[in-house]
């Protein structure tokens, strides 16, 4: 997808680089600077960290992936507001950091999957850090109050949006909450309803909000960039945006060509259903698969068990094909195939899938899969 993205956006590569070569340039003077506020230096580096992963979800077309990292870069900027306005905000972002490694020593993710000794020098190293930090956080908050343990702020960040001007961030922050948190709002361009009255869904890449992203994340990172210019005035922040400006002049372009680009994605008709299939060889050995259609699989199936009525409906369907037409099976062709309506078949325990194309071998007429009647 990048490359497609690249030919209808030449510019967007090199303008990525560019982007990324200047924000590395100015972090770098901000994160060595230990007469900066410890809450500034956090705040910035992560704003940098998020949208360069942005960079990458755009270059990619990664829409969801791109407006979470779109809403943390506009958290960022709220956040970055609120500790530059107030030194007792600052402090207690700061004083958040222990929570990371206190949380850690409890979680201790994958240890079971170490062998002993990667196990013990593993969860060393995470007592070392966490001990110490949950120490230092559980005396927080003993100072601060039980909301503490919460959050670092008592203000929503709603509210500082509106108290730093940022409302408009906001709206595009709700945006992007939507899609991190699974609501059914935030499926745009995964969901599609034809005007032939039926619903699409993608599973894949959300085009649609790849541009969305890329607007919101430039606007609130611009207003990172204008809380660190309001700390750090030594900084002529405005000199390493150049590479953010090219890029911000490139949205038009590249709302175009993904515009472009989804419209030759999405499907002129339903998405064909799951279906069971029955393979046999001419002398009438017999198996059973779940094939899916939309991934190209197939999965071998138990044998499903048919009123007899439907099994004799099928031995004589299978009976006609192997009587009438027995130059379909050959030796580099040993099984025939059948769709069969009607039928559901369950997935064998531990079976692989394989793709389709393994058994639905080319023939003059397409794939050697035919529809059998319904059998109802």
Do not use: C
């Not at 935030?186 to 894949?204: E, K, Q, Y």
């Amino acid at each position: 997808m990048s490359e497609k993205i690249a030919k209808g956006v030449p510019l967007l590569p090199a303008t990525m680089q560019l982007v990324n070569f200047e924000q590395l340039a100015l972090v770098s003077q901000v994160v060595g600077d230990s007469t900066t506020h410890e809450s500034v230096r956090l705040l910035f580096n992560l704003a940098v960290n998020d949208f360069r992963d942005l960079l990458d979800d755009i270059e990619t077309g990664s829409g969801r992936s791109a407006m979470r990292a779109a809403r943390s870069v506009i958290e960022h900027a709220i956040n970055l507001r609120t500790v530059t306005s107030s030194l007792a905000e600052a402090s207690r972002y700061a004083e958040h950091l222990d929570l990371g490694p206190a949380m850690m020593v409890d979680l201790e993710p994958g240890a079971d999957r170490l062998n002993a000794a990667a196990r013990r020098k593993y969860t060393r190293a995470l007592r070392k850090a966490g001990v110490a930090s949950k120490r230092r956080f559980n005396a927080a908050v003993a100072e601060h109050g039980h909301w503490f343990s919460r959050n670092w702020t008592k203000r929503t960040l709603k509210d500082r949006a509106t108290v730093a001007g940022l409302e408009h961030l906001y709206t595009y922050y709700k945006l992007g909450s939507l899609v991190s948190h699974g609501s059914a709002a935030g499926s745009l361009g995964t969901v599609f309803d034809s005007p032939n009255g039926f619903r699409i869904f993608r599973t894949g890449l959300s085009l649609e909000l790849a541009p969305v992203a890329m607007w919101a994340g430039i606007a609130g990172y611009r207003e990172v960039l204008s809380a660190l210019q309001a700390v750090r005035p030594d900084l002529e922040v405005d000199a390493y945006s150049d590479g953010l400006d090219a890029l911000d002049g490139l949205w038009a372009e590249y709302f175009t060509a993904l515009a472009k680009i989804d419209r030759a994605l999405w499907p002129t008709a339903p998405v064909e259903a799951p279906s069971a299939v029955l393979a046999f060889t001419q002398s009438k050995v017999r198996r059973w698969y779940l094939h899916l259609p939309m991934t190209g699989a197939l999965i071998r199936a138990k044998t499903p068990d048919l009123p007899a009525w439907m099994e004799d409906r099928i031995d004589q369907l299978v009976d006609r094909i192997v009587t009438e037409q027995p130059d379909l099976f050959r030796p580099d062709q040993r099984w025939v195939t059948a769709r069969v309506a009607n039928v559901t078949v369950t997935p064998e325990a531990h079976a692989e899938a394989i793709p389709d194309t393994a058994l639905f071998q080319s023939s003059p007429s397409g794939f050697v899969i035919r529809d059998l009647p319904s059998l109802d």
